[in-house]
């Protein structure tokens, strides 16, 4: 069973920063894109940032470049959300969706691909 598990939010200053964590499985094979996405009070949800199969390609919105860093762990199956430098309008809750794709690929599906969603996870950046 497909299963997507995020992890990491809380409650930050201005400036802080958080890591975020989403743990995949139930795909089968094991290969698969992951994007971050969030969806703030009163708002749409939109993607944040993405990364390949590979771990190779990488994308982010204009608003966190620089301040976030995607990454993944594919031995742990875990792919990472470092959000850095952190504002009060990155107040959402977070989620992580993935996506099957090919083994070691470097392409990356656009947001409004990703159809396998987890919970969510909130972060709240206030002082």
């Known amino acids: 069973q497909l299963q997507l598990v995020e992890s990491g939010g809380g409650l930050v200053q201005p400036g802080g920063s958080l890591r975020l964590s989403c743990v995949v499985s139930?795909?089968?094979?094991?290969?698969?894109?992951v994007g971050w996405f969030r969806q703030a009070p009163g708002k749409g949800r939109e993607g944040v940032s993405c990364?390949?199969?590979?771990?190779?390609?990488?994308h982010y919105v204009d608003s966190v470049t620089g301040r976030f860093t995607i990454s993944r762990d594919n031995a742990k199956n875990t792919v990472y959300l470092q959000m850095n430098s952190l504002k009060p309008e990155d107040t959402a809750v977070y989620y992580c969706?993935?996506?099957?794709?090919?083994?070691?690929?470097?392409?990356?599906?656009?947001?409004?691909?990703?159809?396998?969603w987890g919970q969510g996870t909130q972060v709240t950046v206030s002082s």
């Open positions: 139930g795909f089968t094979p094991d290969y698969y894109a």
């Open positions: 990364i390949s199969s590979s771990g190779g390609s990488t």
């Open positions: 969706a993935a996506l099957p794709a090919l083994a070691n690929s470097t392409l990356l599906p656009a947001f409004s691909d990703f159809d396998s």
